[in-house]
């Protein structure tokens, strides 16, 4: 009887796996049409200097507009992205857009700007990633100061050689690099030494009730320190609330993205808020 149980069990189990093969074979298919079909779309989050009160500049977020199934959230889509090897061109599309966008807003008189681009450890795989990202800025005629990379300690620790050196030929550009989510990977503090960065990225997960959790505000606050003692900028994300923003200044965090200003936002609305309407910035 145990038997005839656990082998229902295991039909059970086999079909639920292949229902879910089938719906992220699906997926995988819609998704090699996406950018042929103009369905992806970048998204803007401005990053404010709360110092100043000013608009320094955007993060792109990519997004899919998925036919059937709507707005499909990166978190989603992205790891499929780089299990097909789709994020090479999918990378390649945000980075000509993004910067595209850049110079535009450059072109406008918004020279201050710069854009945050994440890249996925997927691409630092690619021989030709410094070339590609070399062309671009030629092309689009950006200042290579105002384009920023992100990537996260995870996608940094893949391949710590090659990336390294890559990382070394795009400083030598005059790209910025940030460390996207920072404290939530799974690599040593060390590695700060060893990779040419700019920026520090405070995960948003510490800055969540950073006014309640007394944890949070300590992990928060070592960071900050940890960045201004190695001297690199320190970006908070994720900054939801009024109570948020003073405890971040008082450790004198400056830099910072979030819902108290803007979630990510359409180009086109991005410059309704900000270029044109720009009396206040939240
Ligand atoms: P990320 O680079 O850490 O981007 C920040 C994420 O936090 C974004 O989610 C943004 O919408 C969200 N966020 C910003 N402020 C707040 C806030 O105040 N509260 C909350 N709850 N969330 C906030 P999104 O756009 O869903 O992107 C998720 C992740 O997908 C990104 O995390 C990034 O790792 C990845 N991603 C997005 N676009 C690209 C891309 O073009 N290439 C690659 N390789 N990855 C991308
Ligand atoms: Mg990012
Ligand atoms: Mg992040
Ligand atoms: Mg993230």
């Known amino acids: 009887k145990s038997k005839e149980k656990s082998g229902t069990y295991y039909h059970f189990f086999e079909s639920e796996m292949s229902n879910r093969n089938l719906e992220s074979i699906k997926l995988e298919n819609a998704l090699y049409k996406a950018l042929d079909n103009d369905e992806l779309e970048i998204y803007y989050q401005p990053q404010i200097d709360s110092k100043t009160n000013t608009l320094i500049g955007a993060e792109a977020l990519l997004r899919w507009i998925h036919p059937t199934e709507g707005m499909v959230s990166p978190v989603n889509f992205i790891p499929l992205a780089e299990e097909t090897g789709l994020i090479i061109p999918i990378g390649k599309w945000v980075l000509e857009n993004a910067c595209r966008q850049l110079m535009k807003w450059h072109a406008e008189g918004h020279t201050e700007l710069s854009i945050s681009v994440n890249l996925s450890g997927r691409q630092f795989e690619e021989d030709n990633l410094v070339s590609m990202v070399e062309a671009i800025i030629k092309e689009q005629k950006i200042d290579p100061e105002c384009l920023h990379i992100e990537l996260t300690e995870n996608q940094l620790i893949r391949n710590t050689g090659v990336t390294i050196k890559k990382m070394k030929e795009l400083k030598k550009l005059g790209v910025k690099i940030a460390i996207d989510d920072f404290g939530t990977g799974y690599s040593s503090l060390g590695y700060l030494k060893n990779f040419p960065i700019d920026a ?14 007394s944890d949070n505000a300590a992990i928060t606050d070592t960071i900050i320190t940890l960045a201004q ?24 965090c400056y830099i910072m993205q979030g819902f108290f200003f803007s979630k990510p936002v359409k180009a086109t609305e991005f410059a309704e808020k900000y270029f044109i309407n720009s009396s206040t910035l939240h």
């Open 229 to 252: 003692n190695l001297k690199l900028n320190v970006i908070a994300e994720g900054v939801e609330t009024q109570e948020q923003l003073d405890f971040l200044m008082s450790k004198d």
């Open 200 to 213: 520090l990225k405070i995960d948003r997960s510490f800055v969540q009730d950073i006014e309640h959790d």
